[in-house]
């Protein structure tokens, strides 16, 4: 985490403490179970209630690692990320009903309600769903100078193809991961005419003997898995596939990035 990064974390740690302390003020030690009930409505409460949210949501955000990637620079931070985000559900299909039925009953603007809907109905729309798995990942960290931004960019949509619920996608990504790393840590005119079994093989001959199991394991799964969701129409992954796919691609990228 960057000094401007500590910086913002450090300032929303104290405007959550101090939103905290004036709610005890004006509520007691018990405000988080009065806050919802009609003693809290006052337009101070819910004042400093909003910069308690929007304090925690900061915290976050400061300690979260890019969004997976490119990682973090302090790895002892992604405990107390996880503490602070992790919930056990996500109820934004129920607000985003909620808003919608506000609207609905609003006759001065009922397009609001009209594209809420169509946001609700469009396929594969299941945020709740999304959070709780993007929660679930274990953050790309390296600890050296970093990951090509061509990896970055390719490792975030399989990885978000993955929170999506597009699983196919998830494992090809990771195959043209496993590739394109391969095309760069050997010469070009030894893997241009190379197949990727091929490649892969010719690179395992280079590590030293203990580490050779893992490494094409891993990286041949990958690869067979992918051939099969390209080549064959019937073979569609499971969510379950892809993670392990994805952690596999993840182990990949730290070891040749270590």
């Known amino acids: 985490m960057g000094n401007s990064a500590v910086d913002?974390?450090?300032?929303?740690?104290?405007?959550?403490?101090?939103?905290?302390?004036?709610?005890?003020?004006?509520?007691?030690?018990?405000?988080?179970?009065?806050?919802?009930?009609?003693?809290?409505?006052?337009?101070?409460?819910?004042?400093?209630?909003?910069?308690?949210k929007q304090s925690f949501i900061d915290i976050r955000s400061c300690l979260r690692p890019e969004t997976i990637i490119p990682g973090i620079q302090y790895e002892e931070l992604v405990d107390m990320w996880r503490e602070l985000g992790q919930r056990d559900s996500y109820p934004v299909i129920e607000y985003i009903k909620m808003a919608r039925d506000h609207y609905d009953d609003d006759d001065n603007d009922p397009e609001c309600a009209e594209l809420f809907t169509l946001l609700l109905n469009i396929p594969f729309f299941n945020p709740d769903h999304w959070l709780k798995k993007e929660d679930g990942l274990k953050p790309l960290y390296i600890k050296s100078a970093g990951i090509p931004k061509w990896l970055s960019d390719r490792y975030l949509e399989a990885v978000y193809s993955y929170?999506?619920?597009?699983?196919?996608?998830?494992?090809?990504?990771?195959?043209?991961?496993?590739?394109?790393?391969?095309?760069?840590?050997?010469?070009?005119?030894?893997t241009k005419n190379m197949k990727l079994h091929e490649m892969i093989n010719y690179f395992t001959k280079t590590l030293k003997e203990h580490e050779r199991t893992n490494v094409i394991w891993n990286t041949h799964k990958i690869k067979e898995l992918a051939d099969d969701v390209l080549h064959d129409l019937k073979t569609s992954v499971k969510s379950k596939d892809a993670l392990r796919i994805l952690s596999d691609t993840r182990e990949f990228i730290v070891y040749i990035y270590k």
């Open 163 to 190: 929170v999506y619920g597009f699983n196919n996608a998830t494992i090809a990504m990771c195959r043209s991961i496993i590739e394109g790393i391969l095309k760069i840590k050997l010469e070009y005119n030894i």
């Open 8 to 52: 913002n974390w450090e300032s929303a740690v104290l405007r959550l403490e101090e939103s905290s302390k004036k709610l005890k003020l004006l509520l007691g030690v018990d405000w988080v179970q009065k806050i919802h009930t009609r003693e809290g409505d006052g337009r101070e409460i819910q004042e400093q209630f909003s910069i308690w």
